[in-house]
C-alpha cells in the first residue's frame, strides 16, 4: 500500500515556475506596450510641430503676397525662402514657401492672385523622427488703387 501524497512531490515546483514564466511574460508585454505608447506619443508631437511650422510658413508667404506695397512687399518672392525655425523643439524643421503670380483683368481694375505653398520637413529622409507637412493657399490682392474686389 502507498503512503498518500508519495507521488505528489514537486508539484508546487512546477506551479511556481510556471507562474514566474507567466509573470515574466505579461511584464515583457507591459514594457513593450508601454514604448509603442512612448513612441507613439514622440510621433505625435514631431507631426504637430511640423504642421504647426508649415502653418507659420504660409501665414508668412500670405503677408508677403498682401501687404501693402508700401512696407516692401506685395510680391511673391524668388526663388522661394528657405529658413530654419527657433525654439525648443523646432530646431530640426526647415520651411520652404514657394508663391507664384497670376495677374488677372477685371471691370474695376487689375488683380493679383497669388498660389501660395509652404512646406515643413523635420530631420531627413529616412530616419525615424522625419515628418513633412504641406500647406497651400490662394490669395487674391487688387493691384488697382482704392478696388477692394478681386
Not at 508585454?29 to 510621433?43: A, E, H, L
Not at 501660395?116 to 493691384?143: H, M, P, Q
Request: aromatic share 6%; with cysteine; charged share 15%.
Amino acid at each position: 500500500m502507498r503512503t498518500p501524497g508519495v507521488g505528489q512531490r514537486g508539484v508546487a515546483l512546477v506551479n511556481a515556475i510556471f507562474l514566474i514564466v507567466v509573470l515574466a511574460a505579461l511584464g515583457g508585454y507591459m514594457v513593450s506596450i508601454s514604448g509603442v505608447q512612448q513612441s507613439t506619443t514622440n510621433r505625435a508631437l514631431i507631426n504637430a510641430r511640423t504642421l504647426i511650422a508649415a502653418r507659420a510658413g504660409l501665414d508668412w508667404g500670405i503677408h508677403r503676397a498682401v501687404a501693402p506695397p508700401t512696407l516692401g512687399s506685395g510680391e511673391c518672392s524668388s526663388p522661394a525662402p528657405q529658413f530654419g525655425l527657433t525654439g525648443d523643439g523646432l530646431e530640426n524643421i526647415q520651411v520652404t514657401v514657394e508663391c507664384t503670380t497670376t495677374v488677372y483683368g477685371t471691370a474695376g481694375g487689375q488683380a493679383n492672385i497669388y498660389y501660395i505653398v509652404s512646406t515643413a520637413r523635420n530631420s531627413s529622409t529616412g530616419t525615424v523622427e522625419y515628418a513633412e507637412r504641406k500647406l497651400e493657399a490662394t490669395v487674391c490682392r487688387s493691384a488697382s488703387p482704392g478696388v477692394d474686389r478681386c
